[in-house]
């Protein structure tokens, strides 16, 4: 913990009290609007450590990073994505990828409902195969 600490000593209580709300969250069924503002609020929480650490880390050492966010429930998450990058590694979907930062949005949410589908076949799958004689 102290060594946790000592390597975020601007952000490791954000980061805590983001670990703390997700796991609080991860079970407890939302509305659309309470999932929405649940991720909106995950987003500012990440976006000030991402702005204070990543961005900081990039004017410091020259260490650069993208971040794709998007949540995993196709009927309920249409809206919920965000992309941040750092400075230096701006433009890097757009040049690499041939994509705009909504469009990479969008393809990290069809990968994401993509292998969130396989794994709730799978879990159905093998529960129906467990209770099989």
């Not at 991860?26 to 649940?38: E, K, M, Y």
């Amino acid at each position: 913990y102290e060594v946790f600490k000592k390597t975020y000593p601007d952000s490791y209580q954000d980061i805590l009290n983001t670990y703390e709300e997700l796991d609080m969250l991860s079970d407890a069924p939302q509305t659309i609007a309470q999932r929405t503002q649940t991720f909106q609020k995950l987003y500012k929480r990440v976006g000030s450590i991402v702005s204070d650490l990543l961005d900081g880390a990039a004017a410091r050492q020259g260490f650069e990073a993208s971040l794709v966010m998007c949540g995993n429930i196709v009927n309920e998450d249409t809206s919920l994505g965000h992309a941040h990058m750092t400075p230096g590694a701006g433009g890097f979907f757009e040049k690499h990828c041939r994509a705009s930062d909504h469009a990479i949005i969008g393809h990290m949410k069809a990968h994401v409902y993509n292998t969130t589908s396989l794994a709730s076949m799978e879990r159905a799958f093998k529960t129906d195969q467990e209770q099989a004689p």
